[in-house]
């Protein structure tokens, strides 16, 4: 089936007003995009942030009068509509989708491939993911940085902490590369579904543990692994500290460049930090607690 789309440029405040205009005059489908480089990441469940400049997509059968839409927009809406009008090639949407991933190599050994593609190399430690609901496929720079981080320690027998666990993908992949145990905590509930689905894929259901954390039981662990945010970070230090034993190691990311030193002033006094690592706007900050 063709398709055209119609752009709307809006901000934080006027985004809803024109996704509920979209949604009165029949549009089947609505989407927000962020108008400049302005990323939001990883909101609460639940919880919808907007971008300054949102563009607002609405999607109808080409088949449809736009200009009845555009008309009625124009006049139930205060503000001037800019709006840009977008034919969209008919495809199978699905194929195309699954086109765009690829296996990807992390370090020496460590690959993560959607389950639809070869495997590159069978003996080498391969995690099978897909896209789905949570977080984390190992596209994006803070879970590569950890990632990288993890296929280089030894993990042989270690009980592993994935602090927002997301997908499961440090969790898993740390199983992988040789770890006992693994503990994954999120307060995302979907979180902790995706994670169990991707262990089951995997054949590691056994040795992944994911709790909410009002759930988790008291343990401690050899390696923490903390991909979130630079505040959460920041704010939860403590008790991302008592998750590690003496002795253990911690690599924490999803930390702009510009907040990469706040966050190891604070973890600074407990942990002797390595070297930050970057990839493009991130960083990862590691050590290992005295």
């Known amino acids: 089936m063709a398709w055209i789309q119609i752009r709307i440029d809006a901000d934080k405040t006027s985004a809803d007003h024109y996704s509920d205009l979209l949604m009165e005059i029949g549009c089947p489908s609505v989407t927000y995009i962020d108008g400049q480089n302005n990323p939001i990441y990883e909101p609460k469940p639940g919880e919808v942030l907007l971008w300054p400049q949102t563009i607002v997509i609405g999607l109808f059968e080409a088949s449809h009068d736009m200009q009845a839409v555009v008309d009625y927009l124009k006049t139930a809406s205060d503000a001037p509509l800019k709006y840009k009008l ?32 070869d495997i590159p190399e069978p003996d080498a430690v391969n995690v099978l ?43 898993i992949a740390a199983i992988k590369l ?11 509930p979907q979180a902790l579904v995706a994670s169990r689905d ?21 343990f401690s662990a050899d390696i923490v692994v903390a991909n979130i945010l630079a505040q959460p970070l920041r704010e939860l230090h403590e008790v991302i500290l008592g998750f590690l034993k003496p002795g253990g190691e911690i690599a924490m990311s ?12 604070v973890y600074a006094p407990f942990l002797a930090l390595d070297a930050i690592a970057q990839e493009g706007e991130w960083t990862r900050v590691s050590g290992k607690k005295g």
């Not at 034919?87 to 992390?106: C, G, S, T, V, Y």
């Not at 991707?198 to 008291?218: D, F, H, I, K, T």
Request: proline share 4%; aromatic share 8%.
């Open 254 to 265: 999803g930390i702009l460049e510009e907040q990469a030193q706040s966050v190891a002033d």
């Open 129 to 171: 993911l897909d896209p789905g609901l949570a977080f984390g496929t190992g596209t994006h720079a803070t879970t590569a940085l950890c990632l990288k981080w993890l296929e280089q320690q030894d993990l042989s027998g270690k009980t592993v902490v994935d602090f927002g666990c997301g997908s499961g993908i440090l969790g």
């Open 178 to 188: 040789g770890a006992e145990r693994v503990i994954g905590i999120d307060i995302d």
């Open 86 to 117: 977008e034919q969209l090639e008919d495809k199978d949407w699905e194929r195309e989708w699954m086109d765009n991933f690829h296996p990807i190599k992390f370090g020496e050994r460590l690959w993560i491939c959607p389950s639809w593609r």
């Open 198 to 218: 991707n262990a089951s894929r995997n054949g590691v259901v056994e040795q992944l543990e994911v709790y909410l954390p009002e759930n988790q039981p008291e």
